[in-house]
């Protein structure tokens, strides 16, 4: 199951915090979509990841939207 | 506490109380613990105006930064010291500066403070500082710990982390 998280037109720290509490309210194992548009996010997820254990599946850019997909670890 | 659990601590004191250093205490805070990191904010001296019930009258101020350069109709404005000293200056910049994070996306203080509280950072005052400029509890926000230096000790000693903002 994936549930996304619109962090779009928000700055640092935002679409991180916003994440982090959207993935508490996952089960290990699903998945959390996070649009943002801050281009710095693209580094703060992946140290965001590495640090939580929760695994970054996937980081892709189209049109200025930066999608994560990142799941639950346990 | 965060569910997840890298046994990681941070502890911060903030010292000062304006609208522009009100960030990185709160921002630094606010991540580390949705990364899993304990923190523990020791709040003294004038970073002790940031733990008022009411934040409306943080401001920043054009004196002695000579780095600060304002977004302004396509160009950057520095702006001269003595400007400082005109009454009404340093508010005209501060609403500015509000209107620029409004606009940026960028998260207000209240807004920070908020995740802070809500992610179970713990936030102490000086209970020194509170004395000193006779400032009252009923003015800061609830629920924080009132404390000295021996017990930001306490916290740093065990920490990973301190910093002094």
Redesign the interface.
Known sequence: MTTTLDTK??????P??K??KAI?GLEAGETLEVLST?PGSVKDFEA?CR???NELLESNEEGGVYTYMIKKSS | MSEGDNAKSMSIIVTKGTLDWAYPPFILATTAAAMDVKVSMFFTFYGLQLLKKNLDHLQISTLGNPAMEMPMMGMHMTMPNIMSAIPGVDAMCSTMMKNLIKKKGVASIPELREAAIESDVKITACQMTLDLFEMETKDLIPDINLGGAAMYMEDALKSDINLYI
């Open positions: 037109g928000m700055n640092c720290p935002l991180i915090l994440a982090k508490k801050d965001f640090s939580t254990g």
